[in-house]
């Protein structure tokens, strides 16, 4: 029977019910229907993310749109652990950032990579930037030890820490965007190892 542990996944800026973010970031959405780009991230998110894993989202979930937040989140699979954007309304739980050691490693999850305190000798998992500056802010920047998820940048659908934390043992250079062919490559491996 096969049967998948739960998964932490990332992601930011999915930016619900913002029509500007189309031309803005260059999204391949139709202007006219945002709510089309609305049910596609949320379709990506949905088949990705199983009931038992975990997201840790990076700030600015909806802006601009008619919908409200809750409304928003109850449609994603998953626990949800929202991090603080600057598109978000402040929420009790939602925090600043988050701190985590994984498999060794310590990773800053934050919306804003400009809001870092250095030295920190650990990698940064951030949004925010979107696709504004590739080259300061690539999805993958071992020098900065900076890893950047905003929607644009890993194919509009969350990444797990297994993938993140893959990249940023095993490679010395930059990667400007997210191959997605490596994410269904690992899902296929994976899932052929379980299969009893």
């Known amino acids: 029977m096969y049967e998948q542990k739960p998964q932490i996944y990332v992601i930011g800026d999915l930016h619900l019910g913002h029509a500007n973010s189309i031309p ?13 780009m609305d049910r596609i991230l949320i379709r990506n998110w949905n088949w990705t993310i199983k009931k038992e894993d975990t997201t840790i989202l990076l700030g600015d979930l909806a802006y601009r749109g008619s919908n409200s937040i809750e409304s928003y989140l109850e449609r994603l699979n998953g626990k949800v652990v929202f991090v603080e954007g600057n598109h978000d309304p ?13 498999k060794g490693i310590p990773y800053l999850f934050i919306h804003d990579p400009e809001e870092i305190n250095r030295p920190f000798e650990g990698w940064v998992i951030h949004g925010h930037v979107h696709n ?6 690539p999805f993958i920047n071992p020098k900065e030890k900076m890893v950047n998820v905003s929607a644009e940048m890993i194919g509009y659908r969350p990444i797990s820490l297994d993938e993140i934390h893959h990249w940023v043992t095993e490679t010395e250079d930059p990667i400007l965007f997210r191959d997605l062919s490596y994410a269904e490559e690992r899902t296929e491996h994976i899932s052929g190892q379980d299969v009893a």
């Not at 504004?132 to 802010?137: A, C, E, G």
Request: glycine share 0%; net charge positive.
């Open 90 to 102: 402040y929420l009790l739980y939602m925090p600043h950032c988050l701190l985590m050691q994984y």
């Open 24 to 36: 803005r970031y260059k999204r391949p959405f139709l202007l006219s229907d945002p709510r089309e």
């Open 132 to 137: 504004r500056d590739i080259i300061q802010y």
